[in-house]
């Protein structure tokens, strides 16, 4: 149980926020950044972190990211503009992402960010952008599509050495006037095990090779999708034992030390998942257990969309903190429940088989939900959660809830 938490504080909390929210510990991420760093650093010097906006672009998270030292790394333009808005200095900007306008780019190479090239199309983009700017130092890397034979699987995204589109990018690339390609970048979550990444690392390290003949590149990027610090209940539930930062740390600096010594290029890793999981809460409320046949459900004000990015049968790690309030009418669940949301979907699976008995008024918090959740929590059926956070003896707000009149301000009729 965690010490911040009690059914009456909670209550409280979620009676003023209307029944759900989000609560963010910043010193999880502080924990996990050193933890990270440490494991890296004490395997290979050269390295950087890059915070996956897409992940949870919560502005005071990306705020102490870049006072730490992180890169912003951002898929798309809104995310791009978002980090100028916190404050992030464009030379430590990476731009990532399938879909950047002519715009976008532009912005990107005034303000010295690096901009991954993620297809043979973009690659004449820049070309052509390149023409068109030719005073300005162009930083580009290139997401490389690697064909590691993930078990069938094929990723879209990157430029396909089998296709031979990352050869011809190059040559654009190098044919266009201050354009310097720095580093290569890949990254894919269909194998999350430290032995892929050292297989990932040890074929970036081939082709930089041959894309970097005279003289090693700037970066490697190895992508994101490592795990972090996960509650055994939940990592139980995983195919693979979870790796640590150590065991993750060993695999991709081996090769990479053996290769260029302590003095490579820089290693840089970027992760979503493995470094934000932890640092947000779930807190929502049983509104009436009600029981079909033979199942039991707690009807919640939580909802599966505002903490699964897509529905799966993994249980969040999950607590409860049972209700004070004594009343003989309420009904009790049978200890084996499933939570669902508010929503008129069936799917709306928070938790299959929770072991505890429920009633009305039982506050729930599910753990490790800070990836993928508040970013992609929508105004469906009811609007999105606040975001709060336990500071110097009292919550604070650092995002409202959306409330209609704020909805509706959006909208023209």
Not at 110 to 138: C, F, Q, R, W, Y
Not at 297 to 307: R, S
Request: aromatic letters at 10%; glycine letters at 8%; a negative charge.
């Amino acid at each position: 149980m965690n010490k911040l938490y009690s059914w009456h504080d909670t209550n409280a909390l979620l009676d003023e926020h209307g029944g759900v929210a989000y609560v963010f510990h910043s010193q999880n991420f502080l924990k996990n950044v050193e933890s990270l760093r440490t494991a890296f650093k004490r395997n290979y010097r050269n390295f950087g972190i890059g915070l996956s906006y897409k992940t949870n672009y919560l502005p005071k998270l990306c705020s102490i990211a870049d006072r730490l030292g992180l890169y912003a790394e951002v898929v798309s333009g809104m995310e791009y503009q978002l980090a100028k808005a916190i404050g992030v200095d464009g030379r430590n900007i990476i731009f990532n992402g399938p879909g950047k306008s002519l715009e976008e780019i532009q912005q990107a190479f005034s303000d010295g960010a690096l901009v991954n090239v993620d297809s043979l199309s973009e690659a004449i983009l820049i070309n052509g952008i390149a023409h068109d700017m030719p005073g300005i130092t162009k930083r580009v890397g290139l997401r490389c599509n690697l064909d590691l034979q993930w078990k069938g699987r094929e990723s879209r995204f990157g430029l396909s050495e089998t296709s031979g589109e990352l050869e011809r990018a190059v040559a654009v690339l190098r044919d266009a006037p201050n354009v310097f390609v720095e580093g290569l970048h890949c990254h894919t979550s269909f194998d999350r095990s430290a032995e892929s990444y050292a297989r990932r690392m040890q074929r970036l390290i081939e082709l930089a090779d041959t894309i970097f003949p005279d003289a090693p590149p700037k970066f490697l990027d190895i992508g994101g999708g490592i795990f972090g610090p996960v509650p055994e209940d939940l990592a139980s539930q995983f195919a693979i034992r979870p790796p640590t930062y150590d065991d993750y740390a060993q695999a991709i600096c081996a090769p990479l030390k053996a290769h260029y010594g302590d003095d490579g290029p820089e290693l840089i890793i970027e992760p979503g998942v493995g470094l934000l999981a932890n640092v947000l809460d779930y807190l929502f409320r049983v509104d009436h257990v009600k029981q079909v046949g033979s199942r039991w459900f707690a009807v919640t004000t939580g909802a599966a969309h505002q903490i699964k990015i897509v529905p799966n049968e993994v249980n969040p790690s999950t607590v409860v903190y049972p209700s004070t309030i004594s009343n003989h009418e309420t009904m009790i669940s049978d200890s084996n429940v499933d939570l669902v949301g508010f929503t008129c979907l069936e799917h709306d699976v928070i938790y299959r088989g929770f072991s505890s008995a429920l009633k009305r008024g039982d506050v729930l918090v599910s753990r490790n939900v800070g990836a993928y959740s508040m970013v992609i929590s929508s105004d469906f059926i009811r609007t999105t959660p606040p975001v709060l956070e336990y500071m110097g003896g009292e919550w604070q707000v650092l995002r409202e809830k959306v409330t209609v009149d704020k909805l509706l301000n959006l909208y023209r009729w």
